[in-house]
């Protein structure tokens, strides 16, 4: 069983649509990272949150950490969003999921 | 700001060879990061420094080491390559380590192994 995982595997939305992409983990933590990968391999990272709720123009990430679980969202989705979303998981190692791959259909 | 940059960008080498992958961070930046990413396998955490100390490992036999200097710049070796090291190798440097703080990822080096 995997440490980090991450629901859907792959994701096709039409532009204005909004997203859900979803991620839990087994290892205790003290924060879950959300990062953005581009085709070219170019990794952002989005949020680090430790509990609650971020909110960074039309995304927003939310984590539960007793339930071990957190959530990405995207509202109005664009073409420009297609791309890879990876949670990731500190601990004695750094835990990754095994990417969210969103394509926004105009 | 200048970003984290990672050198060379591409590389082709032959089975049995070894390799060096540099990583410059951000300035101020103290913890430097290390992940291979492959499509079989996805991305996997390899190594952790923080002040010239490895800090964490990930579950990489000993072919794959590393190193901080005092300026931060930080390099992984990986010694008698295999096909199955081809890969993306990327770093990330943050201002204290994984946990808490907020990942800066470089470009990558494209590692191809014949």
């Known amino acids: 069983k995997n440490e980090v995982e991450q629901s859907p595997q792959n994701l096709t939305a039409q532009e204005g649509e909004f997203i859900t992409i979803n991620c839990s983990y087994s290892?205790?933590?003290?924060?879950l990272h959300w990062l953005q990968q581009h085709p070219g391999g170019g990794i952002v990272s989005l949020f680090m949150?430790?509990?609650g709720k971020k909110k960074h123009g039309r995304l927003i990430a939310t984590i539960n950490i007793q339930e071990k679980h957190s959530s990405l969202h995207i509202t109005a989705s664009h073409p420009r969003d297609s791309a890879v979303y990876i949670c990731?998981?500190?601990?004695?190692?750094?835990?990754f999921g095994t990417g969210t791959s969103l394509t926004v259909i105009p | 700001k200048a970003g984290v940059t990672q050198t060379p960008r591409y590389l082709i080498k032959t089975r049995g060879q070894q390799v060096t992958l540099s990583c410059s961070p951000i300035s101020g930046h103290r913890s430097v990061s290390w992940y291979q990413q492959t499509p079989g396998q996805g991305l996997q955490f390899l190594f952790e420094y923080f002040s010239e100390t490895q800090r964490n490992k990930g579950n990489f036999p000993g072919r794959f080491s590393g190193r901080q200097f005092s300026n931060s710049r930080s390099e992984m070796n990986v010694s008698t390559l295999e096909l199955g090291d081809s890969a993306l190798y990327l770093c990330?440097?943050?201002?204290?380590?994984?946990?808490?703080?907020?990942?800066?990822f470089g470009p990558g080096t494209r590692l191809t192994v014949t």
């Open positions: 990330a440097s943050s201002l204290a380590g994984t946990a808490l703080w907020e990942q800066y």
């Open positions: 990731a998981v500190p601990g004695n190692q750094f835990y």
């Open positions: 290892v205790g933590i003290s924060a």
């Open positions: 949150l430790s509990s």
